[in-house]
Each structure stands twice: as structure tokens, then as C-alpha cells.
């Protein structure tokens, strides 16, 4: 599921969220920024081939276009699952981006002061009195601050500038492999584009979104055809062709495990 932006109102750039009774998130993706705070009970956080468990006073920060993940929560211990997100975009807070992965899990924070900061985000945004948005800047940036403060904290400043230059290398891949429509460059290239070696690149890929370039590339261009098909009126070859797809048998292949179903009863199902 990819959420877009029409969830948040342009006049305000912020969006608050809690769950309601002890429901999670179903796995989404979106291209405007994530944080959430579980409040009380424990869960699971899933991302692209990873699941943690996550309780009380964790924090998840999502800060990268398309990045699948979900929240779930886990029963058996008498305390109800909750949690608060706050949806934001890009222009609504500066900030500098480059100590977080795509997709940061903070574990062990100060829940007292976390679940002030969140209160009080929430409070000013069901009110809306006046500088309400302000008030709400002001909140996400403290937050933000003692999340960088930990990530700086936890791996020291030589291991914290090693990972900020991953994460930036990481960051110009996916924005290269957006640019391409098509969704056919490879990691040879864009490993060439970045300047770095194709092995720096490719490891450092799987640091931060848990799987290859190769397969970064190969969901995306998925998903530029499962947009193709829901969207347009080509026919199923000509949009594999569009994606870059030679071999409509490998196309078929993948198109049904990613999706679950064959491209023609995606479309079918999902054609609007």
C-alpha cells in the first residue's frame, strides 16, 4: 500500500496520528517523513526482510521515499499496544538528515521525555490555537535532536561519520534510481555515477534497506509496472517492455512473487 500526499493537509506540512484500541500499521510505503512512538505494549516492527520487536518508549524514524514497513502488534501480556506517528513533509522542519538510515529504530530512549515531547505534539495539533504549527516545529526538532544525540552517542563520532557517509551514498542511489523512469540502471552504473566502487555501494545498500541494489532496482521497476497497469491502458508485454523486461517469463516469475498474483489479475483487482 502506498500511501500519498492528499493524507496531509499542504497548508499545514504535519500530520498526527494515534492508534485506536490495539490496532498496527498495515505494510505502506509513502514519500513524505515518519515518526513514531510506541506508547504502552510491545509489537513488531517490519521492514523490506527484516522484523524486530519493538516496546514501550522505541522509537521509528522513516526519512526515504518508498520504504516499506508496517507496525503489528503482539498480544499476551495485559498491556494494550499503542502508538503516535507524526507525518511531516520534507520543507515543513530542516534538518540534517544524514545520521539516520532510510528506516532508524531507537531502542532504550528516555520514555518519560519522549512521551512528553508526543503528548504535547498532540495536544497542539488537535487544539490548533494559535502557533500551533511553530509549537509543533519546535517539539519535532527537540525529538529529532535527542534521536541524532543517541545515534552519535551509540557509535561514536569516527563509526557515526563512516555511517553518514554511507547513508548519504546510499540516499543519491535511490534518488538516481528514481530519476530513471524506467528503472534500468544497474549497480555498475550507479556505482560509476557516485564515484564509489560497485562493492562499497552494494554493502552499504544493504546496511540501510536490508537487500542488494539489484533488488532495490527490481521492486522498483515492480512497482513502476503495477502503476502501469492500474493506470494505463498498455497491454500487460508492452508494459513489461516499458520497464525493461526482455523476458516476459522472468517478468511473470517476479511480478507474482512480489505481488502475490499475476499481473493481469492485478489489474484486474486494482484498476480503478
Known amino acids: 500500500m502506498r500511501y500519498t500526499l492528499s493524507i496531509i493537509d499542504p497548508g499545514e506540512q504535519v500530520r498526527m ?74 520543507y515543513f522542519i ?16 528516555e520514555h518519560s521525555e519522549m512521551d512528553h515531547l508526543f503528548q504535547a505534539m498532540t495536544r497542539e495539533y488537535k487544539e490548533k490555537r494559535e502557533g500551533y504549527l511553530d509549537a509543533l516545529r519546535s517539539y519535532l526538532r527537540i525529538a529529532l535532536i535527542r534521536l541524532m544525540r543517541q545515534s552519535t552517542d551509540n557509535n561514536g563520532i569516527t563509526e557515526s561519520y563512516v555511517q553518514r557517509k554511507k547513508t548519504t551514498c546510499v540516499k543519491q542511489a535511490i534518488e538516481e534510481i528514481h530519476r530513471n523512469e524506467i528503472g534500468k540502471i544497474g549497480l555498475k552504473e550507479l556505482s560509476n555515477r557516485l564515484g564509489v566502487s560497485a562493492t562499497y555501494l552494494n554493502v552499504a545498500f544493504r546496511e540501510a534497506r536490508g537487500m542488494s541494489v539489484g533488488a532495490y532496482v527490481r521492486d522498483h521497476r515492480l512497482r513502476l509496472c503495477a502503476e502501469l497497469l492500474t493506470e494505463g491502458q498498455d497491454s500487460v508485454a508492452d508494459v513489461a517492455r516499458l520497464c525493461g523486461y526482455s523476458d516476459m517469463k522472468t517478468f511473470y516469475t517476479q511480478f507474482k512473487i512480489h505481488f502475490g498474483m499475476t499481473p493481469g489479475d492485478y489489474r484486474i483487482k486494482f484498476s480503478s
Open 17 to 90: 496520528l494515534a492508534s485506536s484500541g490495539e490496532d498496527g500499521l498495515p505494510s505502506h510505503c509513502h514519500s513524505f517523513y515518519e515518526i513514531a512512538y510506541v506508547r504502552s505494549g510491545q509489537g513488531l516492527h517490519c521492514t523490506e526482510g527484516h522484523t524486530v520487536r519493538i516496546s514501550a518508549g522505541d522509537v521509528i524514524l522513516i526519512h526515504e521515499e518508498d520504504a516499506m514497513h508496517s507496525l503489528q502488534p503482539l498480544k499476551g501480556d495485559g498491556i494494550p499496544f499503542s502508538w503516535v506517528n507524526c507525518l511531516f513533509l520534507d
Open 94 to 109: 530542516k534538518f540534517d538528515w544524514s545520521f539516520f538510515k532510510a528506516i532508524s529504530l531507537f531502542k532504550g530512549m
